[in-house]
């Protein structure tokens, strides 16, 4: 075997090592659901390694900490964060004082 087939077997071996090295869609799911610690709200799919986020949180800080949490995770090559915001819904108007004194 000459030094140029050599070295091209070597690098399909390591190729296909680190392939093979990527966690599975089920690991990674596992694993984003553990660092989300159960996030009341948030579901979790996960398919070739792409995480879909979806769900309501209260605030924009939870969605986005929700997606830079699953960034890190080995195994994800991209996340979907389809996560709703909650709508804050305004207290309702304080009655007339007219009003409360006729009742």
């Known amino acids: 075997m000459d030094c140029k087939s050599l070295l091209m077997?070597?690098?399909?071996?390591?190729?296909t090592c680190l392939y093979s090295c990527q966690p599975g869609d089920d690991t990674?799911?596992?694993?984003?659901?553990?660092?989300?610690?159960?996030s009341p709200g948030i579901?979790?799919?996960v398919k070739d390694g792409i995480v879909d986020l979806n769900g309501e949180v209260?605030?924009?800080s939870a969605k986005v900490a929700a997606e830079d949490a699953v960034k890190k995770i080995n195994g994800v090559k991209a996340v979907n964060n389809n996560i709703i915001?909650?709508?804050?819904?305004?207290?309702p108007p304080p009655m007339p004082e007219d009003t409360v004194n006729q009742q």
């Open 28 to 38: 990674v799911k596992l694993a984003v659901i553990d660092k989300l610690n159960n």
């Open 43 to 45: 579901t979790v799919d």
């Open 9 to 15: 077997a070597t690098s399909m071996l390591v190729v």
């Open 85 to 91: 915001v909650e709508p804050v819904i305004p207290p």
């Open 58 to 60: 209260p605030n924009d």
